[in-house]
């Protein structure tokens, strides 16, 4: 899930070009792109399209973001994806465990068994993000909503040195549950350098991916995050540790550097991760 | 309160000079600038000035950093304030939410009606912020204390870096009770270029302010925290939201960038903390 | 101890030359540097040294890096070390206050008097830090196992922010209980560059020395987190404190910056760490 692109619901023209694209997965938004009273026509137009042929045989993660568990919304947004196909639920403005078990419960009455994408988007939330990732099983990912969360704080959003500071607390409470963590959006379709430079940060931190606003973005996102090197590494390094151990050696050096039982972990939990044995 | 400038209490001649100049607010200290020996008189000649006419009648924010509450000086230094006008009370080395409740409490028996501005200034401190913030409603804002708390860990006060880490945290913290953040004083009157970045810093931060050491440091501070063209891009930006509003979009592209809900609410959010109906 | 010298117990020829080697102390790695089947034959070596005359007429600190309390291999090391001489021992891999109180427990039932240098290298390891250094009396410090830590969570290790933040927060950690924080290892042994560089922000976060994985790094360390020069313009503060004590004043122009109470304490303290009365 290299990209992950918005589709916004109140814009079904864009359903069958964004299912035609390279995103590796589809965004469908509930939330801040669709006025208050579009909201009715959005989820018709949505639960109707998740119920097509299309939808079915898309070899693409499919996700809705709903409203915020506090909003006049949120009920019907969740009661309308049941029996229909949703990967994963992502849900905005969560700002606590507690808040999370509420929705899972919801969930499992509702009978809808997708994973949830939680995002954090608050102070609040940011504080509470590592015991927000381990409140319940669905939690497949965090992701970051740093647009909102600079916002509401009056913190510069181009300054790449906050940037960094949310995505680390971000990283590390994913880590924290072994859950992924998700990069957000970047806001401005002009700057490409800017979005570049954001998903190198997050991918360099170990985030999976990153979420577009338009196609555009797309290309950009699935170069930054492939993992086609990281695993060929992998390999060798595996290679390398094995033979050490035939030597009776734990540590080892590897293209330069000391690697030993971590870095040989870290490397089965790529590949593994990727379906490979290892 | 762009500037805050500092007034060692043990130095009433400055006290007309300071009422006279640029600050915004000017913060009267009976801790870390005066003796022990000398506290009891500092005290003296600031209740005294308090009193006076040229106090009752300023526009500035009046504010007196007492010594900590596990100090011999501290029950002295607040009843001294029982009925004067103070605007906010600077408590420094609070470690815990705890101790801003007795703090409150306290000033409720004295009859103290000001507001509660906290140091953050120690380790203890840092980790508890987000607790100490939200403790109690007298509390107006955290303030960062760098020097103290760089100089108890042997972290270097000039690495923009370490600046930043403590300055994230303190903002974080405060955001999370939805109170502001203010910023500690820069201790080099030689240095104004390291000054003006600390201050850019704190500012991109969503700081709403800085405290200075010396009249100097009022002007810039007074223009890096300056929020007339923010103050007016927030009027462009809820006028594009109209219009976009209008032809049914709550996304909507403004100056090169996507905006939507949250950018909306933050922009209402600063015109109605200055007092624009938005 | 500027500086920590590792070295594997399944190497026993190296020992004497580490002991004779210019490193503060060494860290004797029962750990990952030793494949399962070698544990108990590299234990072996280790305790027969540990007896040695060099052993008990070494200057040097010793530490054991022990396997972590959840591996086979913990119960029989610590059992291991009874009645020998160790100074600190070494645990890696712990999560909670919980783990450090039952390893000290353990310890005080071995009859080990040794302290506890506690290793975070996870990241829940890292969001219970301050609990961990704060959880019994015979933590000494607390450790930065930064290749584990990235490891597991696909962070790059080679990037200095991400170092940044993990030494920002394992330093604060500390600091809230009042221990010292100790640098971890850099892996590439051909980048001296990297090396100086990292040690040099350890430093200015305020670790104490930092850890060497081959003997060509000890001589960079011992020099990065030498205090020669910071105790001599500790003394010159402390000269110059009492001269403007002596005039009344607690804050003074120290060398160009303010100085006051903290500066002073922050003085007295380093000097008296290094047993000079202050």
Same mark, same amino acid.
Request: hydrophobic share 50%; charged share 25%.
């Given at each position: ?119 954090? $988007?608050? @102070?609040?939330?940011? =504080?509470? /993000?590592? &015991?927000? +990732?381990? !409140?319940?099983? %669905?939690?497949? #990912?965090?992701? *970051? ?109 590897? $293209?330069? @550097?000391?690697?030993? =039982?971590? /870095?040989? &972990?870290? +490397?089965? !939990?790529?590949? %593994?991760?990727? #379906?490979?044995? *290892?």
């Amino acid at each position: 899930m290299r990209s992950k692109l918005f589709v916004p619901c109140s814009r079904p023209e864009f359903f069958a070009k964004a299912l035609a694209g390279a995103a590796d997965a589809l965004s469908f938004d509930l939330e801040d792109s669709v006025p208050a009273e579009a909201k009715a026509a959005a989820r018709e137009r949505l639960t109707e399209w998740l119920r097509s042929d299309a939808a079915a045989a898309s070899a693409k993660r499919l996700i809705v973001r709903i409203n915020a568990p506090d909003s006049l919304f949120f009920a019907d947004d969740l009661t309308a994806l049941a029996g229909l196909r949703v990967d994963l639920v992502n849900v905005p403005k969560v700002e606590s465990a507690d808040a999370v078990r509420a929705i899972a419960a919801r969930m499992e009455e509702a009978g809808i068994p997708a994973g949830l994408l939680i995002n954090i $988007e608050t @102070a609040s939330g940011l =504080a509470q /993000a590592g &015991a927000i +990732a381990a !409140a319940h099983p %669905r939690v497949t #990912g965090l992701q *970051a909503g740093l647009n909102d969360l600079f916002a509401s704080l009056g913190i510069d959003r181009r300054d790449a040195r906050h940037v960094h500071a949310a995505l680390w607390s971000i990283r590390l409470a994913a880590g924290e549950a072994a859950r992924f963590a998700y990069d957000g959006a970047w806001p401005d379709l002009e700057d490409t350098e800017g979005l570049r430079a954001e998903a190198a940060l997050a991918r360099s931190l170990g985030f999976v991916g990153k979420s577009c606003i338009h196609p555009s973005q797309v290309e950009i996102a699935n170069r930054l995050f492939d993992r086609g090197e990281d695993m060929a590494r992998a390999r060798r390094l595996l290679a390398a540790a094995a033979e050490a151990g035939a030597r009776g050696h734990g540590a080892f050096l590897f $293209e330069g @550097a000391m690697a030993d =039982a971590p /870095a040989i &972990a870290a +490397a089965r !939990a790529m590949l %593994r991760r990727a #379906g490979e044995a *290892a």
